[in-house]
């Protein structure tokens, strides 16, 4: 599987920014896909997930402003009010069995 993640950009604070992400290869069978970020010297840190029966999950702190969704073998991050610290480098993510994929990272700025 390779995945290309793109959308990222600068957008000023309460904008918002739709990424996507592209699955070529074997997508079938995906177990699910997901977006992670990186802040500036921090860890990389899970944002929202989707499971391939559809089920979602979001970190506490873009609950309500970010929404996850699939489209076959794109997976989309819909990020609404964004904020400062929304700040990071997004990386989308596929599961499948115990293998795992990741894409290159799209670099996501917010300003005040």
């Known amino acids: 599987v390779q995945l290309q993640a793109s959308g990222g950009g600068l957008v000023q604070a309460g904008g918002s920014l739709r990424l996507s992400c592209t699955a070529s290869?074997?997508?079938?069978?995906?177990?699910?896909m997901a977006w992670y970020r990186q802040a500036p010297e921090k860890s990389r840190e899970l944002v929202a997930t989707?499971?391939?029966?559809?089920a979602t999950s979001y970190a506490d702190s873009v609950k309500g402003r970010f929404t996850i969704f699939r489209d076959n073998a794109k997976v989309y991050l819909q990020m609404n009010s964004l904020k400062p610290e929304d700040t990071a480098v997004y990386y989308c993510h596929v599961l499948r069995g115990i293998t795992v994929w990741w894409g290159r990272g799209t670099l996501v700025t917010v300003s005040s």
């Open positions: 290869g074997t997508i079938s069978n995906i177990n699910r």
């Open positions: 989707i499971a391939s029966g559809g």
